[in-house]
C-alpha cells in the first residue's frame, strides 16, 4: 500500500526557511514523478511543484527562486526547500503522487 509521510513543518519568521521531507513507502518511488501541494486557511489546495523521474523540476511562479524541490531516490525521499518565506507560505503542504496524499506538514509564517 502506497504511503507519503511528510515532516519538517513549523512556525517561521518571514524572511526564513524551512526544508520539508516527505518519505514514500509501498511502491516504487523512482518510477514516479512527484508534486508539493498546499491549501492555505480558507482557500483551494493548489499545486506548487513537480519533480519528475529524471529530476526535472517545475514551480508555480509565486515560489519560483525561492523554494527548491528535490528527490533522493536511494531514501525514497521528496524534498521542498522553502527560502524567503512570506506570510503568504502559510498553508498546510502536502505532498502527492498517482493521488496518493500524504496527511501534511504545517507551515506558518509569522512575526
Known amino acids: 500500500q502506497a504511503q507519503l509521510v511528510e515532516s519538517g513543518g513549523g512556525l517561521v519568521q518571514p524572511g526564513g526557511s524551512l526544508r520539508l521531507s516527505c518519505v514514500a513507502s509501498?511502491?516504487?518511488?523512482?518510477?514516479?514523478?512527484m508534486n508539493w501541494y498546499r491549501q492555505a486557511p480558507g482557500k483551494e489546495r493548489e499545486w506548487v511543484a513537480t519533480?519528475?523521474?529524471?529530476?526535472?523540476?517545475t514551480y508555480r511562479n509565486a515560489v519560483k527562486g525561492r523554494f527548491t524541490i528535490s528527490r533522493d531516490n536511494s531514501r525514497n525521499t521528496v524534498y521542498l526547500q522553502m527560502n524567503n518565506l512570506t506570510p503568504d507560505d502559510t498553508a498546510v503542504y502536502y505532498c502527492?503522487?498517482?493521488?496518493?496524499w500524504g496527511q501534511g506538514a504545517q507551515v506558518i509564517v509569522s512575526s
Open positions: 502527492e503522487t498517482a493521488h496518493t
Open positions: 509501498g511502491f516504487i518511488f523512482g518510477s514516479y514523478d
Open positions: 519533480i519528475t523521474t529524471t529530476h526535472n523540476p
